[in-house]
């Protein structure tokens, strides 16, 4: 059996639409489109110049019973119904309440102070968690901060994003979200929020016309 | 699918486990293209139940996942000479960067004595320590405790 067949077969199993149909809660959730792209590329195989370059003995296997993830429909979809925008913590682990925001390019020789330092000026740090690298023990560039409010967050994002930590220029954003990385929706749904406004307004405009 | 400017396709999924005494324990987790982050943990020791969380990550943590990946060259590396999956367990670790496509499998690792026991030491680090990092248990215990 060729290695090239059997990990083509093996890859279109796993990426199944099935998979990705079964867990679209939202409607705006779709990564159906993503999923032929994948299997598209593969199952050109090795005439296209645009296939997948495959390694691993994943693809020489049949397909084995540790997929746990694929084809379950009953996970904890936390917050996806709630439209696009930061997600509190409180619904990923339960035990954290607060809004968890993304700190990377942290310096590797960065010390927890340094970080406690520039983020404690927009609220309270209620945790910080720098990431280090085990292996060389220095830090893996990124670290997790939780404050207790949206708007502490927010304010520690919006001040500290591409500014200079540690001689290092950091990105912050948040943590969790509640929409999938769909720009493309994202946009629609802001163009429908501003037409309602448009809408509003309009409305208030005329009746103040009219009143005249 | 719409994303930025460039951005290749992202795509990882890390599982661990084993079948035994208590049934099949596992951990899994997931990186999908679109953000979701997909976590189920199973252990049927003790009759605990399993727990499956999903939830949207930000393209920011997206980024950097990829980054640590990218940075830890697993994708150079073969899992030709790591050890099989055996009876104490399997680990499997799948990643599409690009037009880069692995998916390796090797048995469980217990301690850094099996990786540098084994016949690709410098291969089998790679692995073992970008799955600690990975992994979003780490944190979220971290943040616990």
Avoid at chain 1, 25 to 51: F, K, M, W, Y
Avoid at chain 1, 99 to 120: C, K, P, S, Y
Avoid at chain 2, 24 to 38: M, Q, S, T, V, W
């Amino acid at each position: 059996m060729a290695a090239a067949n059997a990990g083509d077969v093996e890859v279109v199993d796993f990426d199944s639409d099935d998979d990705d149909l079964m867990d679209d809660d939202a409607p705006e959730v779709n990564p159906a489109p993503a999923a032929p792209r994948l299997r598209s590329t593969i199952a050109a195989g090795g005439d296209s110049a645009a296939a997948r370059k495959t390694k691993g003995r994943g693809f020489r296997e049949e397909p084995s019973s540790s997929r746990p993830l694929v084809g379950r429909t009953d996970f904890d979809s936390l917050g996806s119904d709630d439209g696009p925008g930061p997600l509190r913590s409180f619904s990923v682990c339960a035990a954290i309440e607060g809004w968890i925001i993304l700190v990377t390019g942290v310096h590797e020789e960065a010390q927890e102070d340094d970080l406690h330092n520039a983020f404690r000026e927009f609220g309270q740090v209620k945790n910080l968690h720098l990431n280090l690298d085990r292996r060389t023990g220095f830090v893996k560039g990124y670290a997790l901060i939780e404050y207790e409010s949206f708007d502490e967050a927010q304010a520690a994002i919006k001040a500290m994003d591409g500014t200079e930590l540690v001689t290092q220029i950091i990105n912050v954003d948040w943590a969790f979200s509640s929409g999938p990385v769909m720009r493309r929706n994202v946009r629609r749904r802001y163009v429908f929020v501003d037409v309602v406004k448009c809408i509003r307004l309009f409305i208030c405009i005329e009746f103040l016309v009219r009143a005249k | 699918m719409a994303r930025g400017g460039g951005e290749e396709e992202f795509y990882l999924r890390y599982y661990v486990g084993h079948k035994g005494q208590f049934g099949h324990e596992f951990l899994e987790f997931e990186f999908r293209p679109d953000g979701k982050l997909r976590y189920a943990n199973n252990s049927n020791y003790r009759n605990d139940t399993m727990i499956r969380k999903e939830v949207f990550v930000s393209p920011t943590v997206l980024r950097e996942a990829r980054r640590i990946v990218e940075q830890s060259q697993v994708m150079k590396e073969d899992d030709r000479n790591w050890p099989v999956p055996d009876r104490d367990g399997k680990q499997e670790l799948e990643i599409v960067m690009g037009n880069q496509h692995i998916s390796f499998i090797t048995s469980k690792i217990g301690s850094l004595i099996n990786v540098q026991s084994s016949h690709d030491p410098e291969g089998l680090r790679i692995f073992y320590y970008l799955v600690q990092v990975l992994n979003p248990q780490t944190p979220c215990r971290a943040l616990l405790f």
